[in-house]
């Protein structure tokens, strides 16, 4: 598929921007919002941000090799307007939202399949898994890390070129972010992988998380595929409320649904499933541990299917899935301990499905190193304390905790049953860190999770 850029002349017209100069007739190519990274050939977006104005970079950009920029509240003189003759300089009153209006135009362009992806927990492993499985059969273009906000977004669709197929992730702190981002992508199918308590603390319940996530809703296309989880609660019954308005598709584990695993053999490295399609039953290796992804391969396999990707190239894009690192990501270090590095975030879903995975392993010390589990509002005992259940629960050996919040995990979980000399509560990361070669062992497992401002990414070399 050729590639579909914008004119100067076009971003002019979809921004309401003033050109302070170049040429209008120029095609852009390609786009960055950071001097650091820039490539010869950007044009530079200078957004806004809480703490400085990205537009005031703009001349660096340049020199780094940027035909130019789009900039608001700063002042070009004449003597800035001669000595950029030969850029491409725009001034708006918003970058943030130009790039929004960009993104809806050059995403209008393209006539191929857009799949958003939602869900309080897995959004990023599903999105990678169903790009996976995609590329075996089309030239993907997908959101990269988790750059799913009203910036990111957008800057992914920017990035189209000869792509014929794009995933996209959606994430949300707040009712209408959502929203925002299916009217700008306008999906031709939609994925909800959960309904968790991730932002609760801004939401206020899971219901109203959920009519968040239905936002994905509101600028999908031809009426496409709404694929669901129907093992999770709410989604199984809103799926129950609404089969005759939407073209639902649900896989799952626990019930019954139109893509089921069954035969689940799990172990230290992978997870083994069968699934019936269309009458014949498949085998299916997913390379990362843990039921929560066999989860996260039924869905990708059901987007696949909706594309017309055959079962041997699912099975085979599933195997060639690589995880992002810090999710579950397997690190053997040299002195004989493993470690479960899941410090990228983390909720109550989450956390508990990474303790049920911990809980499986045999013959080695489980130990786990939690951390805050941060915008729970008001539910964050609760929640915290329902860890320290989970902690017992999946009979772990050795719990570590930092963090105020993570003091109800080491509470509940002594409450519970596991014996105090088996927990240990500090203040923060850094006394953790501190003090942590004192309670590891050679043949230890040790699952390390957090949400990411707590910092545990620092655990791991505490520990070599």
């Known amino acids: 598929m050729p590639q579909k850029n914008l004119t100067v002349k076009e971003i002019l017209e979809i921004t309401k921007g003033e050109l302070i100069c170049g040429a209008i007739e120029k095609e852009v190519v390609s786009y960055s919002n950071d001097t650091r990274t820039i490539e010869k050939g950007d044009l530079y977006l200078g957004i806004r941000g809480e703490k400085f104005n990205g537009s005031n970079f703009y001349k660096e950009a340049i020199k780094k090799g940027a035909i130019g920029a789009i900039i608001q509240d700063i002042q070009i003189t004449n003597k800035d307007r001669e000595e950029l003759k030969d ?93 925002v981002l299916s009217n700008i992508a306008k999906p031709t199918a939609c994925v909800i992988t959960n309904v968790g308590t991730s932002h609760i603390g801004n939401l206020g319940s899971r219901e109203n998380i959920l009519k968040a996530k239905l936002e994905i809703l509101e600028g ?34 626990e019930n019954a649904s139109q893509y089921i695993a069954y035969d689940i053999q799990e172990s230290q490295t992978t997870s083994d499933f069968k699934v019936r399609v269309n009458e014949k039953e498949y085998e299916v290796t997913v390379p990362i541990p843990g039921r929560h992804f066999i989860l996260n391969a039924l869905c990708a396999m059901s987007v696949g299917l909706e594309y017309g990707i055959e079962m041997e190239k699912i099975k085979e894009g599933i195997a060639k899935f690589e995880l992002t690192k810090k999710r579950m990501e397997i690190v053997n270090l040299p002195s004989d301990v493993t470690v479960i590095n899941d410090c990228y975030n983390a909720n109550y879903d989450s956390m508990k499905a990474a303790l049920e995975y911990l809980g499986k392993i045999q013959g080695k010390r489980r130990v786990a190193v939690l951390g805050d589990m941060l915008e729970l509002g008001d539910y964050a005992k609760q929640l915290h304390e329902k860890i320290g259940e989970e902690v017992v629960k999946n009979k772990i050996d050795l719990l570590l905790t930092a963090g105020q919040l993570a003091k109800d995990i080491a509470g509940r979980a002594d ?9 240990h509560a500090f203040d923060n990361t850094k006394l953790l860190i501190d003090a942590i070669k004192n309670y590891i062992k050679p043949g230890d497992t040790i699952l390390i999770k957090a949400s990411n401002a707590m910092g545990f990414d620092k655990i791991i070399e505490a520990i070599k």
């Open 415 to 423: 409450y519970v049953g596991l014996s105090k000399e088996k927990i």
């Open 220 to 253: 999908m296309q031809n009426h496409g595929a709404v694929i669901l989880n129907n093992d999770n609660d709410l989604l199984h019954n809103w799926i129950e409320q609404n089969r005759e308005k939407y073209h639902i598709v649900t896989y799952g584990i």
């Open 87 to 179: 850029k491409i300089i725009i001034k708006v009153n918003n970058v943030v939202e130009a790039i929004q209006e960009m993104a809806k135009a050059k995403r209008n362009k393209y006539d191929i399949p857009i799949v958003a992806i939602t869900g309080s927990v897995g959004k990023t492993s599903t999105k990678d898994m169903v790009a996976s499985i995609i590329e075996q059969k089309y030239n993907v273009l997908k959101t990269q890390g988790n750059l799913n906000n009203h910036i990111g977004l957008p800057l992914t669709i920017l990035k189209l070129r000869e792509h014929n197929f794009l995933v996209v992730e959606m994430g949300m702190n707040n009712l209408g972010e959502i929203r």
